[in-house]
C-alpha cells in the first residue's frame, strides 16, 4: 500500500504529503487550480497543531511569518474608531499561537514538499472506486493508487464519489475575502464595521502591504455564479468604505467566496479512500480552527498510515480525531453568534464590554475564562509519536 493520491493542494494536502513522504509513500497530489491558490484572510495555528509544525521543524519558519497584528477597532459608518483593542485580547490568541497569513502557509508546505512529490495543478478527479482506487481524471490517463485521499476542502469532490449523502450543515452565512489597496495605510490594525447582520473586517500586516477585506453576512445559501452581484446587493451603500472596498473586489485576482458551513460525517472513509481538513470536518470559517484541525488530521493520518494497514489505520485515525473534532465543531456554532451581531444594541453592548475590559483589575482572569473555550477544543486531543 504505497502509492497514494492526495486531491487537493491548499492545507491539508500538502501537509498529509509532507507526512507521508518522511513515511516513504509514493504521493501524487492533484489540485484543480491551474496553480497553487494564494490568498484568503490570516489563520491561527494553536494548540495540537502548535506541536505538529513543531514536529515538522517549521514552527521557527512560520514564527518568522507572523502577522504580528497589534490592534482592531470598531469604526463606526463616519470612520470614527470607537474603541480600540489590543489585537491578541480579541482574538484570545495564547503566547504561543501563530497568526500567518493562509497563503503564507500554504506556500510553505508546497515548498516543502515539491521536490518529493508529484504535483499536477489544473486537473481533477472525475471518477473513483473506492474499493479498487481506481481513479479517472478530468485530463490526466485513468490510473490506479492503492490509497485516494480528499484533502479537497469544504465541497469535496472526492467526498461525493466515494461517500455520497448530504454532509454539509450550512450555517446560514456567507463570507467573502479579498486582497485590495491598503488605501486607508493600515499598520498591523484591522478595522471592523459592524451593522445588524453584516460585518466588514480590513487589515493590513504593513504600511506598505496590500490590505485584506472580509465581508461575513447572514444570507440564503444560493449564490453560485453571482457571488460579486449578491456582495453588492448587501453591502453597497452600508456605510463606512464599503463601496470604495466593493469596487477594489471586483478587480482583485484573489477573491474567495463561500458559505459559512460544516461538514458532519459519520465515518472519515470508506474502503482505499480517506478525507482530511475540512473534506472530513469542516468546523466552519467561525471556529478559526479549520487550519489547525487540517495540519492535526495530516499528522495523524499519516502516522497511522505508516503503522498499520489502511482499513486499521483509518479507524484509529476517526477514533483519535473524532472527540477533537466534535469540541471544534461546536466552538464553530458557537462564535458565528458572537462574530456577527443582530441588533444595533448587540453591537454597542459588544463594543462597550470591549472598551472596558482592558481597564478592569481582573482583566487577565476574565479573558482567560472567556477565551478557554477556545484553548480547550485547540487541545482537545492527545497526539501519539510517530516513529
Ligand atoms: C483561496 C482560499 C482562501 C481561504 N481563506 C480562508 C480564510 O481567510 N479564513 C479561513 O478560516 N479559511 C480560509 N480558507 C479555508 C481554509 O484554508 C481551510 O478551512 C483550512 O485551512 C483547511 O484546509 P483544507 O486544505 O482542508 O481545505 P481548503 O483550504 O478548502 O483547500 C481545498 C483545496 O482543494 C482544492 N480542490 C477543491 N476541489 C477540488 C477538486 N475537485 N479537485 C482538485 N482540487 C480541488 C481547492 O482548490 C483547494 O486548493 C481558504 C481556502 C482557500 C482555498
Not at 458559505?259 to 482530511?276: E, I, K, P
Not at 471544534?328 to 458557537?334: A, E, F, M, P, Q
Amino acid at each position: 500500500m504505497r502509492r497514494v493520491l492526495i486531491v487537493g493542494a491548499s492545507i491539508a494536502g500538502p501537509a498529509l504529503a509532507w507526512w507521508l513522504h518522511r513515511y516513504s509513500f509514493e504521493v501524487t497530489v492533484v489540485e484543480r487550480a491551474p496553480a497553487l491558490r494564494q490568498g484568503g484572510y490570516k489563520i491561527d495555528i494553536r494548540g495540537a497543531a502548535l506541536d505538529v509544525v513543531e514536529r515538522m521543524g517549521l514552527k521557527d519558519r512560520l514564527t518568522g511569518l507572523e502577522t504580528d497584528m497589534r490592534f482592531m477597532s470598531f469604526v463606526n459608518s463616519a470612520g470614527r474608531r470607537l474603541v480600540d483593542v489590543r489585537a491578541d485580547l480579541f482574538m484570545g490568541r495564547g503566547e504561543a499561537d501563530l497568526e500567518v497569513m493562509r497563503g503564507d502557509l500554504s506556500q510553505l508546505l508546497y515548498d516543502e514538499t515539491r521536490a518529493t512529490v508529484d504535483y499536477r495543478f489544473g486537473d481533477t478527479i472525475v471518477e473513483l472506486d473506492p474499493a479498487t482506487g481506481a481513479v479517472s481524471f478530468e485530463h490526466a490517463e485513468p490510473e490506479t493508487f492503492d490509497l485516494v485521499i480528499g484533502a479537497d476542502g469544504l465541497h469535496s469532490t472526492v467526498r461525493r464519489l466515494a461517500f455520497g449523502g448530504d454532509v454539509v450543515h450550512d450555517l446560514d452565512h456567507l463570507v467573502a475575502i479579498a486582497t485590495v489597496p491598503n488605501h486607508l495605510e493600515l499598520d498591523r490594525w484591522e478595522l471592523i464595521y459592524s451593522v445588524p447582520g453584516r460585518t466588514v473586517n480590513l487589515y493590513s500586516t504593513g504600511r506598505s502591504a496590500d490590505a485584506k477585506v472580509l465581508f461575513l453576512f447572514g444570507a440564503d445559501q444560493k449564490y453560485a455564479g453571482r457571488e460579486l452581484e449578491i456582495l453588492n446587493t448587501t453591502f453597497r451603500g452600508a456605510g463606512w468604505e464599503t463601496d470604495r472596498l466593493l469596487d477594489a473586489v471586483a478587480v482583485s485576482d484573489d477573491f474567495y467566496f463561500d458559505t459559512v458551513s460544516q461538514v458532519h460525517l459519520d465515518r472519515y472513509a470508506v474502503d482505499r479512500v480517506g478525507l482530511v481538513g475540512d473534506a472530513a470536518y469542516c468546523p466552519s470559517f467561525a471556529s478559526g480552527q479549520g487550519t489547525s484541525l487540517a495540519l492535526v488530521g495530516a499528522y495523524v493520518l499519516a502516522g497511522e498510515l505508516s503503522r498499520s494497514e489502511p482499513a486499521h489505520a483509518f479507524a484509529t485515525y476517526e477514533q483519535l480525531m473524532r472527540p477533537y473534532v466534535e469540541r471544534n465543531l461546536k466552538l464553530g456554532r458557537d462564535n458565528l453568534g458572537r462574530m456577527i451581531s443582530k441588533s444595533p444594541l448587540q453591537s454597542w453592548v459588544g463594543a462597550m464590554v470591549l472598551r472596558v475590559l482592558p481597564k478592569l483589575p481582573m482583566k487577565d482572569a476574565l479573558v482567560a475564562k472567556m477565551t478557554q473555550p477556545i484553548h480547550d477544543a485547540a487541545r482537545a486531543i492527545e497526539l501519539p509519536v510517530y516513529s
